[in-house]
């Protein structure tokens, strides 16, 4: 078969097997060409010969292809370079990529024995040298079959990149990948955007006459799902700054960011391409609909600001209606796309899913600084809680649990996502800890040394301030706790305590960052479990607020109620007197 | 069917392997038999249908 032929089957075969790093799917389709490397010989003869093409083909051609490297032991050579080159990790996964790069290598050797004989002679395969094995039936180069494998992987290859935003092209490096991609899922983008904005997709336009609906509560377009999910109301580069690669970054999410601009006359329209700069500009409010249908401005943005990111996690209705107060220029981004995107596992994805979840977690931290400034009746007196100490450093911590949590772990909904051997990973990256009931697990101003999941019981999340502590949150089994002091490299905000005896997996912190910095696909679901974790958290805290909000309104309007009663009693009393 | 389908490529990846290195030693040394034939090309149409639908079915 042709070699454009073997290197696509040997990344499809790498991406069909979960190599789960763009090094590593490099590495095994590259090591499927790798038998054909002795063209280079065949080349360096056409040189020797002066591009006599005759001489170099009797005398170099055929005594040297398919005699050197379609055998075994040029498999095993691949699979041990392999073996060197593989990813970063354990034994155990550089063991996995050789073994995946060898039988791409062997695939190769099977793929030749049906598809490739020249005419005029047949193939020699060899099995531990390269010697007299024929074939006379084989399909030749220009045969039929060979033609027709070769379209329907070319074509795959645009079904590929549309359907997962990833493409063969990744055998040539990130940026090839992320433009081809980018061409494909471009013109999808483009001709979707056309259906939406004259309205045959039954999905909304993104404005009124005079005040434009960028995102509407409750709304959903004929898909199911919000018709934009995340705006930047500015140009995406404060997510391409920073260590590594600015133009595989730029790639990354240029190829899939679209232009959006939001006019006044009931104009939409989406461009795309690679990082169009604008002038920052625009002004978008925030409004929820209060318990009682009154309608509440809760933000205002400005350029630069962000929002809708929460429907790139979770697909779901919109919780508030954002509507442009002015024209406003900025860029989005679907959920698609960003799935697509940090699928990719490269430098630029990973850094910019990190950057989703410091987002979430700011906007988590601002509504529980808003939470927290406001009373509430749950306020109880504060216990003596110790701060700046770490509550757990001198308790023993166990590889294995006290009862078979290893059939136990797949049940938690942190591990939904999860395969059995990636929650092996993360298990085995961690050691459990009994705590009984009351102990504190970290504390306030302690260090972030671990981040711990709830496999059995359930921890109490409690704020203290100025001799008060209020019970933020319960997090049962399957929770995540303590995860951002580790991830920013702080101390905790908050004291955890044992709301009962329960069973901790605790993950130490540079285990934690590792795994969720990383390019495997353990990582990917690391980070999307931490940013549902941060919805989860966001969406408590949303509840708490409109339930204190409205508390707040029906106290002030007893309060009123009261005073026109006392007025009402006053005048009474007057008249009688 | 993504377990089907991933369990066929293993095979037909493993049937593969066999046929180009094994074959010859294990069944016979002849490679113009019928029966070689015909295993090599169905092994090599199961390859690309498995392929395709592993990839079809990932999430």
Redesign the interface.
């Known amino acids: 078969m042709q070699g454009p032929t073997h290197l696509m089957v040997s990344w499809y075969f790498a991406e069909a097997t979960h190599a789960s790093a763009a090094r590593d799917r490099r590495i095994v389709a590259w090591a499927g060409l790798m038998p054909d490397v002795d063209v280079l010989a065949y080349l360096a003869a056409l040189v020797y010969y002066r591009f006599d093409k005759e001489l170099a083909f009797e005398n170099v051609w055929k005594e040297v292809h398919h005699r050197y490297t379609h055998n075994l032991s040029f498999v095993a050579v691949v699979g041990i370079v392999a073996y060197f080159l593989a990813s970063a990790g354990d034994a155990r996964h550089k063991v996995r990529i050789a073994g995946l790069a060898m039988l791409a290598c062997a695939l190769h050797n099977f793929l030749d024995v049906v598809g490739r004989a020249p005419r005029g002679r047949s193939t020699r395969f060899g099995r531990f040298h390269g010697t007299g094995w024929h074939a006379t039936w084989s399909w030749t180069i220009g045969d039929w079959q060979n033609i027709v494998i070769f379209v329907l992987l070319a074509a795959g290859m645009f079904a590929y990149a549309k359907a997962r935003g990833r493409s063969p092209m990744e055998c040539f490096g990130d940026r090839a990948d992320a433009w081809f991609c980018g061409i494909v899922r471009g013109q999808a983008r483009a001709r979707d955007s056309n259906r939406a904005c004259d309205g045959s997709s039954g999905g909304r336009c993104f404005s009124e006459s005079s005040r434009s609906s960028l995102l509407s509560a409750s709304t959903r377009s004929s898909n199911g799902r919000a018709a934009v999910h995340w705006v930047v109301a500015s140009t995406p580069d404060s997510f391409l700054q920073g260590p590594g690669r600015a133009g595989a970054r730029a790639a990354a999410l240029g190829g899939h960011a679209g232009f959006i601009h939001v006019g006044r006359h009931a104009r939409a329209s989406r461009r795309t391409g690679p990082r169009r700069l604008c002038d920052p500009r625009g002004l978008v409010e925030a409004e929820v609909t209060q318990p009682g249908g009154e309608k509440l401005v809760v933000a205002r943005l400005a350029a630069g600001s962000v929002f809708g990111e929460m429907a790139l996690i979770d697909l779901g209705t919109c919780t508030a209606t954002v509507r442009a107060t002015a024209s406003v220029d900025g860029w989005f981004i679907s959920n698609e796309d960003f799935r697509a995107i940090v699928s990719q596992r490269s430098a630029a994805a990973v850094r910019l899913q990190h950057a989703v979840t410091v987002m979430l977690a700011g906007k988590v931290a601002a509504l529980n600084a808003q939470l927290l400034d406001c009373a509430a009746p749950e306020d109880r007196s504060g216990r003596k809680l110790a701060t700046g100490i770490d509550p757990l450093a001198g308790v023993p911590r166990s590889r294995r649990a006290s009862f078979d949590a290893a059939a136990f772990l797949p049940r938690l909904p942190f591990f939904e996502h999860f395969s059995a051997d990636e929650i092996d990973e993360i298990a085995s990256s961690g050691a459990y800890v009994e705590v009984p009931r009351g102990q504190a697990i970290f504390a306030v101003d302690g260090p972030g040394s671990s981040a711990f999941i709830v496999v059995r019981g359930a921890a109490e999340i409690v704020h203290a301030k100025a001799g008060c502590e209020r019970r933020m949150a319960v997090m049962g089994p399957g929770q995540l706790i303590g995860y951002l002091a580790v991830l920013h490299e702080r101390a905790h905000g908050a004291h955890a305590l044992a709301r009962e005896s329960s069973l901790l997996l605790d993950i130490p912190a540079r285990a934690f960052r590792e795994i969720y910095l990383g390019d495997r696909a353990v990582s990917t679901r690391l980070r999307a479990a931490v940013q549902k974790s941060l919805l989860a958290s966001m969406a408590r805290t949303n509840r708490a607020l409109t339930r204190l909000l409205s508390q707040a309104r029906l106290d002030a309007a007893t309060m009123e109620g009261k005073t026109l009663e006392a007025a009402y009693h006053g005048q009474l009393t007057a008249a009688a007197d | 069917v993504s377990r089907l389908a991933?369990a066929a490529?293993w095979a037909s990846?493993a049937s593969?392997?066999f046929?180009?290195?094994a074959w010859?030693?294990v069944v016979s040394a002849d490679?113009?038999s019928a029966a070689?034939?015909a295993a090599?090309?169905a092994?090599?149409i199961v390859?690309?249908a498995s392929?395709?639908a592993?990839?079809a079915a990932?999430r």
């Open positions: 991933r490529l990846s593969g392997v046929l180009a290195f010859p030693f490679p113009e070689f034939h090599a090309v092994t090599v390859f690309f392929l395709a592993t990839l990932r």
